[in-house]
C-alpha cells in the first residue's frame, strides 16, 4: 500500500511538472505556433522594434505584453515599426483591444462587396459602435494594413484598399472580411497573415476572413508596423483610439 501511495505521487509529481513546461512553452511560444517561426517581442523589452522618437514611454511593457495608450508625444509617426523589413512572409500576431471610450457615431454598413449600404434617399446608414483603432500594416504601408477595430464588418479588412475607388471591384470585394471572426472586446485574438508577392491572407481566430486578396502597387519589402490612431481634444478623445495591446509576435519568412 505505501509502495502504491509512492509510486502515485511520482506519477502526480512528474505530470505536474510535464505540465507546467508545456504551459510556459505555450506562454512564450504561443498556442499552435511551429518551431521555424522567430519571435518579434520577447516579453520583457523593444527589442527588434523602432520606438518612436519623443514616444516618452507610451509604447511600453506591461504584464509581459505590448502595450499602448495611444498618446505617444512623437512628432511625426507615433506607429511602432519592426527595425527589419520584410517581403514574404507568415506572421502570428495575439492582439487585445483594452477598452473603448470614444463613441463612433458614423460607422457604415458595409456589404460583402465592399461598398456602403445606402437608405430609401441615396445616403449612407450609419451606426453607433463603441469603437478602438490599430492595425497590423505591412511592408512599411499604412495603407495595406490589417485593421482591428470593432466595427461590425470585423477586424481583417484592409480598409485602404477597400475605400480607394480607383481600384476595381474585384480587388475591393477580395479586400473586405467574410464574417466577423472577433472576439468579445476586451479578449484576445490571435491573426495569422500571410504575405506572398501581392498577395494577403488573413485568418483571424482559425478563421480565413480575407483569402488571397490582391493588393495593386505593394511595395515589395517593408518593415511591419503596430498602428497609432488617434486624438484628443481638450482632453477628451476625438477619433478612435489605439487602446491596444499586442503578444506572442512570430515571423516566418518565406
Not at 457615431?105 to 456602403?116: C, E, K, M, N, Q
Request: charged share 25%; glycine share 8%; with cysteine.
Amino acid at each position: 500500500m505505501i509502495m502504491k501511495t509512492r509510486v502515485y505521487l511520482c506519477l502526480i509529481t512528474s505530470l505536474f511538472f510535464i505540465l507546467s513546461i508545456t504551459n510556459a512553452q505555450h506562454k512564450s511560444k504561443g498556442m499552435g505556433i511551429p518551431d521555424d517561426f522567430i519571435s518579434l517581442f520577447n516579453g520583457k523589452d523593444l527589442t527588434h522594434w523602432k520606438v518612436p522618437e519623443g514616444d516618452n514611454g507610451h509604447w511600453k511593457i506591461l504584464d509581459g505584453v505590448i502595450d499602448y495608450d495611444a498618446e505617444s508625444e512623437a512628432v511625426r509617426d507615433k506607429s511602432l515599426w519592426t527595425e527589419k523589413s520584410y517581403r514574404d512572409f507568415i506572421l502570428f500576431v495575439d492582439w487585445r483591444i483594452k477598452a473603448t471610450p470614444w463613441k463612433n457615431t458614423s460607422v457604415p454598413l458595409i456589404l460583402p462587396s465592399g461598398l456602403h449600404k445606402l437608405n430609401e434617399k441615396g445616403k449612407e446608414i450609419k451606426m453607433v459602435v463603441p469603437d478602438s483603432d490599430s492595425g497590423i500594416m505591412l511592408r512599411g504601408t499604412p495603407k495595406c494594413q490589417t485593421n482591428i477595430w470593432c466595427w461590425p464588418i470585423g477586424s481583417g479588412e484592409v480598409y485602404g484598399y477597400r475605400m480607394d475607388r480607383s481600384l476595381s471591384p474585384e480587388v475591393r470585394r477580395a479586400v473586405t472580411p467574410r464574417y466577423n471572426a472577433d472576439h468579445n472586446i476586451g479578449e484576445w485574438n490571435t491573426f495569422k497573415i500571410t504575405l506572398v508577392r501581392n498577395l494577403l491572407t488573413v485568418e483571424l481566430n482559425g478563421h480565413i476572413v480575407i483569402e488571397d486578396a490582391e493588393l495593386p502597387g505593394l511595395p515589395q519589402e517593408g518593415p511591419i508596423g503596430l498602428q497609432h490612431h488617434g486624438h484628443k481634444v481638450d482632453g477628451e478623445w476625438a477619433s478612435p483610439p489605439s487602446l491596444v495591446q499586442f503578444r506572442n509576435i512570430h515571423i516566418k519568412e518565406l
